[in-house]
């Protein structure tokens, strides 16, 4: 078969079995759109902002565990699309995103619409390639598929010049079978003695934890995460990245960890003597002041990347592999090892955890007068049965989801945890709803984060994708103006935003439902009318309390045992 | 934890940009690097790269970790874990007029410099070895003489069987 570079382009994406390819045309990638246009089998998305397309195939990526594919042009289209490369690359999703560049013998002359977008990706990439002519296409784009989905995940970039997707060169095609390539070799199975040692600390423990993270989700061991955790029966904790990995309903679950978490399970890193790291990287919004962190444990940290072990925190026992191959080792050691932690060890450990849990960290102050964002994300919980998709921005919106919307399923939390990008929630919602034409997904943002990308609800409409957005309509850039009460002696500087768009008026220009919730009466009643309507995009904006803020908190240089707790903690039910 | 000079020593994909890949590393995550040296080795799709760096035990597992990562790099040791030899190459050219030109030239036979320019007023003197070496020459020439320093960086290979190689 005898195509041209654009052509191969669009069919090695059929030969990676692509839906979707979010993208935006333009002058360098004209070539490729042709061949997109000839063909049927990989549908475009045709977005508003080209940071639109890369939220949107991170989004279907992380609903789906495929890679997200997107196409952008040269110079603006490339650097456009690199915050959402970036935000991809902090919580290691697999993308590929093909740039198109300048005609080859103009590239370094400054030619228009002319960026260097390999050096301009290289540091928020795994890896980034630069074609050098039509007949390397096929074999990159097998590269970087193959670098992007394995070992851990990550976005990669591919820079095609203009010319090598010309339709009148022809070249022979085959898309190769397999990939080799001796500078990348992913680990797959952990160190046999490192993970019997594990397991034989594991059942001498006395007050264990088990801390677990995205990469659960990413190497699809939450099956494998579940098993383990109830053959021990520790208690579990969850990065914000991880939730949905272990049931949030379970009894076994204290809840999110970290800056935001819950009391139990920040007390219980604090005071546990082993602890249990899978797929995780002890981010600072996790660890708080690493002095303070988890002083008496022994630590067993599983992960696949290398790097991440030993980076934040000391390790005792490093075990470098694919979760899904190392917990099932450690399943096996277990049914073939008897020998297990104390019980009244660890009912002791669970009675501590439960007085911890009786002091109701994440209780609020209900209100009759005034929309409490906490009590609208419980209501969105309740009336989408636990099951819906749910992206969230970036701020006090992104915490209240993930402490009070219980997931007990995989990929249905779906936010910017690493880089804390604002306007990732819309676009993200409408590549999940694509992946997810049938379930419920649900954006829930705030009148800040939706303003970075709020174009995307023009693509919603061409599109026909019905999502729901709960827009918690503080007027205050909400964490900003938290932490300047907390840390500024309340002098809120530039946090308030006081020229909001009529949110109504504006889901409607786009023909899609615009609701306003000003009363905590009118909650409920408006997400049934609102999930109710199948069909359509219902942006429904709900005037909150201003003053409301996320608790409890470990503000700066505190440690896990310092948690700032509501004001009225001990008296709020 | 105490600092400590390390040299690393890297098997690289032969490919535009993989130096830059390296090089990006060390300012993007704040490692020190003290000197980079990279050139083809006998197989022209590889390079090796020689790199002097500093940093505690953690940091420099960190580099090693975070170097291994990258794409391109194919493999790497530090070598500073067991014997080896790790040389620079300089060259200095110094004022050398009349009366200082014989103090000059024997200044270098100590070293064992190689005299690699003469002009009426000056001398190119190419010298190798460990920095130390180089430095002290340096030292011993005096400021005042010296007119121009370039320095290889530090390339570094193990002794006996222990090699890089794919």
Not at chain 1, 495 to 509: H, I, M, Q, R, T
Not at chain 2, 61 to 79: F, G, H, S, W
Request: hydrophobic share 40%.
């Amino acid at each position: 078969m005898e195509l041209s570079g654009g052509e191969i382009l669009i069919q090695s994406l059929q030969d990676e079995g692509v839906e979707y390819v979010f993208g935006y045309p333009g002058g360098a990638v004209l070539h490729i759109y042709d061949a997109i246009f000839r063909q049927q089998q990989v549908k475009h998305i045709l977005v508003r902002h080209e940071q639109g397309a890369t939220h949107m195939a991170d989004g279907y990526s992380r609903a789906t565990g495929k890679p997200g594919v997107v196409l952008v042009t040269s110079g603006p289209g490339a650097t456009n699309a690199i915050t959402g490369i970036a935000t991809a690359h902090l919580d290691s999703i697999p993308m590929v995103i093909i740039t198109g560049q300048v005609t080859s013998k103009y590239i370094g002359t400054d030619a228009f619409q002319e960026v260097d977008a390999i050096g301009c990706t290289r540091p928020c990439v795994k890896h980034n390639f630069m074609v050098k002519s039509p007949e390397e296409i096929a074999t990159v784009m097998k590269k970087a598929f193959y670098v992007a989905t394995t070992g851990r995940p990550g976005p990669v970039v591919v820079d095609i010049p203009k010319d090598f997707t010309a339709p009148n060169v022809k070249i022979p095609y085959e898309y190769p079978t397999d990939v080799s390539m001796r500078s990348y070799a992913p680990v797959s199975g952990g160190h046999v003695g490192q993970v019997r040692k594990a397991v034989e600390l594991l059942a001498q423990a006395k007050q264990p934890m088990i801390y677990t993270g995205g990469g659960v989700l990413m190497s699809e061991s939450h099956q494998e995460l579940r098993k383990l955790s109830q053959e021990l029966g520790y208690p579990v904790t969850s990065t914000l990245m991880g939730l949905g990995a272990y049931p949030a309903s379970d009894k076994q679950f204290v809840g999110m960890l970290g800056m935001h978490g819950t009391y139990e399970a920040n007390l219980g890193m604090h005071n546990c003597d082993v602890l249990l790291a899978v797929g995780v990287r002890f981010d600072d919004r996790v660890t708080g002041e690493v002095e303070h962190f988890c002083p008496n444990a022994k630590i067993i940290h599983v992960d696949i990347d290398p790097t991440s072990i030993a980076k934040n925190v000391g390790v005792d026992i490093p075990i470098v592999g694919d979760l899904k191959v190392v917990l099932t080792r450690m399943l096996e050691l277990l049914a073939q090892d008897s020998r297990r932690a104390n019980p009244e060890d660890i009912a002791k450990w669970w009675s501590q955890i439960e007085e911890w849990k009786a002091v109701k960290s994440l209780a609020y102050e209900s209100s009759d007068t005034v929309i409490k964002p906490q009590y609208v994300v419980e209501k969105v919980c309740e009336v989408t049965n636990g099951d819906a998709y749910v992206t969230s921005d970036v701020g006090q919106h992104q915490m209240w989801a993930a402490q009070y919307y219980k997931f007990d399923e995989p990929r249905r939390w779906i936010n910017s945890g690493g880089l804390g990008t604002m306007g990732f929630g819309l676009p993200a919602a409408l590549g999940v709803k694509l992946a997810h034409p049938e379930s419920d997904v649900v954006c829930i943002t705030g009148e800040a984060s939706i303003q970075m990308c709020l174009q995307e609800l023009s693509t919603a409409l061409q599109y026909g994708l019905p999502v729901k957005v709960v827009n918690l309509n503080n007027r205050y850039l909400g964490m900003v103006r938290q932490w300047q009460e907390f840390q500024y002696e309340g002098r809120y500087s530039s946090s308030y935003v006081d020229a909001l768009p009529d949110f109504v008026k504006l889901a409607e220009s786009y023909n899609h439902v615009g609701m306003k919730i000003e009363n905590p009466a009118d909650v409920e009643g408006a997400l049934k009318e609102a999930f109710a309507m199948k069909d359509k995009l219902v942006f429904m904006d709900f005037l909150t309390d201003q003053t409301e803020n996320v608790y409890p908190m470990i503000e700066a240089g505190k440690g896990h045992h310092q948690m700032r707790m509501h004001p009225k903690v001990g008296e709020l039910s | 934890m105490s600092v400590s000079k390390h040299v690393v020593s890297l098997l690289l994909e032969n490919e535009s940009g993989s130096l830059s890949r390296v090089a990006g590393l060390f300012s993007m995550r704040g490692y020190n690097i003290e000197s980079l040296t990279v050139a083809p080795t006998n197989d022209p799709t590889l390079s090796r790269a020689t790199i002097v760096t500093s940093g505690d035990d953690r940091t420099i597992e960190q580099i090693t970790k975070q170097l291994n990562k990258l794409v391109d790099v194919v493999r790497l040791v530090d070598l500073t874990e067991a014997a080896h030899v790790a040389h620079e190459m300089m060259m200095i050219k110094v004022r050398a007029p009349g009366p200082q030109r014989e103090e000059i030239q024997r200044l270098s036979d100590i070293y064992k410099g190689k005299i690699v320019d003469v002009t009426e007023s000056t001398f190119v003197i190419e010298l190798t070895g460990d920095s130390d070496k180089l430095d002290s020459f340096i030292k011993a020439v005096g400021d005042e003489q010296i007119l121009e320093v370039v320095r290889s960086g530090v390339t570094g290979i193990a002794r006996g069987e222990r090699g890089l190689k794919v």
